[in-house]
C-alpha cells in the first residue's frame, strides 16, 4: 500500500488584546490544529482482445474501446467523490459525521430561495477554529440530483421584480450546478463554497496523474501476444482522498 498522505488543519488566534497605557502585554491563547490522513488506492483492470476479435471488428468497436477505459475511469473517481456526500463519513478531527449539527452543516429544508438564504447565513457564520471569528464563506454552487435540475435552473434565472437575490448565483449558463447523476435520493441537494475559500475534501493523485492511464501490450514475443495471439489493455488510476474540514459545505437531507 501507499503511505499516508497527513493533512494538518491549523486553528487561528483570537483578536488582539487591549494594552493600558505602561500596562503589561498578556498571553495570547495558541491555537491547536487538526490532523487527518489518507492513502492513496491503486484502481484499474485488464483488458485482453484475441487476434481474430481484432481482425473480425468490421464496426470498429475494438477502438473504441480505449475511450470507453477512461471513461470508466472517471466514473470510478467520480463516484469515489459523490460516495462522501451520499455515505456522510465521519471527520476524521473529531469523530463527527461530515454533515451534522454540531458541524452546523445539515439540515432538512427543501429546495427554494428560502432554503439557500439559509444556506447562505450557515456559511457565512461559520467560525474559525479556536477564534470563533465569522469566516464570511459565500454561497458559490449547489448539486442537486435531476429531479432538482429544473427548479434550481429556475431560481437562478428566474428575477421578477428583481425579487431574487440568487438570479445567476451560480452562473449565467448554470454553471455552478451540479446535477450530478450518482445522487440517489430525488429531494436531497448539497451546497458550499469555492474550495480556495474554505477546502473541505481533499483528493489526491499518484505523481499527479488525475487521468486515468492506459497501457497497450502489444509486443508480438512478450507475454499473450506471443503465447496467445492476444493484445492487453491495462487501464489504471491510482487517488485517493480524505474530508479535511467542514465549514465550506452542507447538505440538506429532505423527507419525502
Known amino acids: 500500500s501507499y503511505k499516508l498522505q497527513d493533512r ?18 498578556t498571553e495570547i491563547a495558541k491555537p491547536t490544529d487538526e490532523r487527518v490522513n489518507y492513502a492513496v488506492g491503486n484502481y484499474g483492470n485488464l483488458l485482453t482482445i484475441s487476434e481474430q476479435t481484432i481482425r473480425n471488428d468490421d464496426l ?6 480505449p475511450g470507453r477505459l477512461a471513461r470508466a475511469g472517471r466514473k470510478t473517481l467520480k463516484r469515489f467523490i459523490t ?3 451520499l455515505n456522510n463519513p465521519n471527520y476524521q478531527a473529531d469523530a463527527v459525521a461530515w454533515f451534522h449539527a454540531a458541524h452546523a452543516n445539515l439540515g432538512a429544508t427543501a429546495l427554494s430561495q428560502d432554503a439557500l438564504i439559509a444556506a447562505e447565513i450557515a456559511l457565512f457564520t461559520q467560525t474559525e477554529k479556536d477564534s470563533g471569528e465569522q469566516l464570511g464563506l459565500t ?14 435552473i429556475q431560481i437562478n434565472q428566474t428575477n421578477t421584480a428583481g425579487a431574487n ?8 449558463n448554470n454553471e455552478r450546478i451540479i446535477v450530478n ?10 451546497y458550499g463554497t469555492m474550495p480556495i475559500n474554505a477546502p473541505f475534501l481533499e483528493i489526491g493523485f499518484l505523481d499527479g496523474l488525475e487521468q486515468p492511464q492506459i497501457f497497450l501490450a502489444n509486443n ?13 489493455y ?4 491510482v487517488f485517493g482522498g480524505a474530508i479535511i474540514d467542514f465549514r465550506g459545505v452542507g447538505k440538506q437531507v429532505v423527507a419525502g
Open 139 to 152: 454561497l458559490d454552487w449547489i448539486m442537486v440530483p435531476i429531479q432538482l435540475k429544473a427548479l434550481a
Open 8 to 25: 494538518v488543519r491549523d486553528g487561528y488566534f483570537p483578536e488582539l488584546a487591549a494594552v493600558a497605557e505602561g500596562g503589561p502585554y
Open 83 to 85: 460516495a462522501y456526500f
Open 181 to 190: 447523476e450518482m445522487l440517489t435520493d430525488d429531494n436531497d441537494w448539497c
Open 234 to 237: 491495462k487501464v489504471k488510476h
Open 220 to 232: 508480438p514475443v512478450v507475454g499473450t501476444q506471443f503465447t496467445n495471439d492476444q493484445l492487453q
Open 165 to 172: 437575490g440568487f438570479y445567476q448565483r451560480f452562473g449565467a
Open 60 to 65: 470498429g468497436a475494438v477502438a473504441r474501446f
